[in-house]
């Protein structure tokens, strides 16, 4: 079992900029983050492998960025530009190689408003 504690988000204004934490308590082969909003589907922004594969939802790519540190087991989103469609709270996710096991985090939202 794996647990994922998030921080870092929080109500920012159009333009700005926000970085998502996410700590795992053990090494685990992926880590991302999905987004849920109001009346929508839970969909995907982006996840990395341990090997540095990355993929990014078309709606973010070029404004978001996301990291890893291994030593840390830790997954990062770095996230510019934000506009007011990328409010919605925002998960860690994280699951194994073979995709038998998935985990995911207790969210934390993310408002953008002027």
């Known amino acids: 079992q794996v647990q994922l504690v998030e921080s870092g988000g929080g109500l920012v204004q159009p333009g700005g900029s926000l970085r998502l934490s996410c700590a795992a308590s053990g090494s685990i082969f992926l880590m991302g983050w999905y987004r849920q909003a109001p009346g929508k589907q839970r969909e995907l922004v982006a996840t990395e492998t341990t090997g540095g594969r990355t993929n990014y939802a078309d709606s973010v790519k070029g404004r978001y960025t996301i990291s890893r540190d291994s030593a840390k087991n830790s997954v990062y989103l770095q996230m510019n530009n934000l506009k007011p469609e990328d409010t919605a709270v925002y998960y860690c996710?994280?699951?194994?190689?073979?995709?038998?096991?998935?985990?995911w985090g207790q969210g934390t939202q993310v408002t953008v408003s002027s």
């Open positions: 996710y994280a699951r194994t190689g073979d995709g038998s096991r998935a985990y």
